[in-house]
């Protein structure tokens, strides 16, 4: 029965307003004898809707991080001799360095609203595709990073519903504004670029010297940057 | 039937665009007998650049956590976010030596795995997170001797070879950097372990802000 009351009392100072919680929790530690350091639970960060976006928001970290992995395979494979284009190679080390700057970024927002980073919460399709190949053909590897580009846009999209479209509760401006700050404007001039370049490279491949166009094309990405 | 026609499309499509684009160009002609590292040692550098995303991964997971509402150690993350991205660029480097001496001209798919896990990822105070990086460093600095180790034996698989240049790199770039980091991590450790003898909140509070600015 007592914890009954206590629970329904929780319940109702919950429901009352969660704004003196904290309050409540410091008072409670600075009245009582024994020292209790870890007394103040609820002086954390959390707010809005950062609980329900947590989990999308720990495995888009993960997802840059391996996607950036995936950029540094396919940079290396335009650095080796026989492939040696230099313009390829820089798009992709770009691609990767901007991937990880992402992931760090995105780690620190989710600390900032008082979230916890998990490195196990993956998408199983992200990191067990065992048969793809990182050593593509030029317009190949464009493609693939278009593609790759275009799933982190959707996905950036998929958790900016989340904090704005469902329950009230879970609505959180915050959360909304960040992701179009840091990456949805980013992911539409990567994928308007890449969607060119492929655009460009097919018109070239169809030329009488494919293999001389390939190479002014790889000279042109050398001078030009794409994130 | 609707099937039927989507596939003779869909073929149709490809036939015609196959004959038109020429995505695929011959391999040059080159002379290989340039490239004159041998395999077991070729073999030790790939893991090697596994190692250090290892590493950086693992540094990842210490910034994280420092960075925490509830932990609120900005220079601690600091640091270690730092380190993390050194580590990244640690293995770009082993990439870069293996390209330039014609290596990893196949094979490059699996160089990577594309999931790494830290093996922890909460520390129960600054002082300790420091001790677990200082042990990784070491073990860093272990696994490049064995790759300076695997790569100067001319007796190794019989190939009469003995990579003075990468052994020179290894320990000229590599190692140097190692040993000045570890003295680092050693000095930092001694401080905050001596600042936290009588006051160890207030001494891990300020060694922070010392890491925050920059001053330490
Ligand atoms: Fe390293």
């Not at chain 2, 036939?15 to 290989?32: E, G, N, Y």
């Not at chain 2, 420092?66 to 600091?78: E, H, L, M, Q």
């Given at each position: 029965m007592k914890v009954f009351i206590v629970v329904a009392a929780f319940l109702v100072t919950a429901y009352a307003g969660t704004n003196d919680v904290c309050y409540k929790n410091v008072l409670r530690a600075c009245e009582t004898t024994s020292k209790n350091v870890n007394g103040l639970i609820n002086c954390n960060a959390r707010y809005g809707a950062i609980e329900a976006v947590l989990p999308d928001l720990q495995t888009y970290v993960n997802t840059h991080i391996t996607r950036s992995f995936e950029y540094l395979l396919m940079a290396t494979h335009y650095g080796n001799y026989?492939?040696?284009?230099?313009g390829f190679e820089k798009i992709f080390k770009d691609l990767s360095d901007s991937k990880w700057e992402e992931a760090i970024d995105l780690i620190k927002y989710i600390t900032k609203r008082g979230g916890k980073m998990n490195f196990a919460a993956v998408r199983e399709d992200t990191v067990n595709d065992n048969n793809g190949s990182y050593e593509l053909y030029e317009l190949e590897s464009l493609a693939k990073a278009l593609d790759m580009e275009k799933q982190l846009a959707e996905e950036a999209h998929r958790i900016h519903g989340e904090a704005t479209r469902r329950r009230k509760d879970y609505h959180d401006p915050e959360v909304s504004s960040y992701l179009e700050e840091e990456f949805v404007h980013k992911h539409a001039n990567i994928i308007r670029k890449l969607s060119g370049y492929t655009s460009d490279l097919n018109t070239l491949l169809n030329g009488p010297d494919s293999s001389l166009a390939l190479y002014l094309f790889d000279d042109y990405l050398k001078q030009h940057s794409i994130v | 039937m609707k099937a039927t026609i989507l596939i003779l499309l869909v073929v149709a499509a490809f036939?015609?665009?196959?004959?038109?684009?020429?995505?695929?160009?011959?391999?040059?002609?080159?002379?290989?007998d340039w490239i004159d590292m041998v395999n077991p040692c070729v073999r030790k550098m790939r893991d090697q650049v596994q190692e250090e995303l290892k590493a950086a991964i693992q540094y990842l997971a210490m910034g994280a956590h420092?960075?925490?509402?509830?932990?609120?150690?900005?220079?601690?993350?600091?640091l270690f976010f730092e380190a993390a991205s050194e580590e990244r660029q640690h293995a770009m480097k082993l990439i870069s030596y293996l390209l330039m001496r014609g290596e990893l001209a196949s094979d490059v798919s699996n160089l990577i795995r594309k999931h790494i896990e830290p093996q922890t990822a909460d520390w129960k105070d600054g002082v300790s997170a420091l001790k677990d990086a200082l042990k990784l460093e070491a073990s860093v600095t272990r696994k490049i001797h064995d790759v300076i180790k695997v790569c100067e034996d001319p007796q190794n698989a019989g190939n009469n070879f003995n990579d003075y240049h990468l052994v020179d790199y290894l320990t000229g770039e590599f190692l140097e950097e190692q040993y000045k980091g570890q003295r680092d991590l050693a000095g930092k450790i001694s401080n905050l372990d001596k600042m936290m003898d009588k006051h160890a909140a207030l001494g891990e509070y300020l060694f922070d802000k010392k890491l925050l600015s920059g001053e330490i």
């Open positions: 026989e492939k040696s284009r230099e | 036939s015609v665009s196959t004959a038109q684009l020429q995505c695929f160009h011959r391999k040059p002609d080159i002379p290989t420092f960075s925490r509402d509830t932990i609120n150690r900005p220079g601690f993350a600091k």
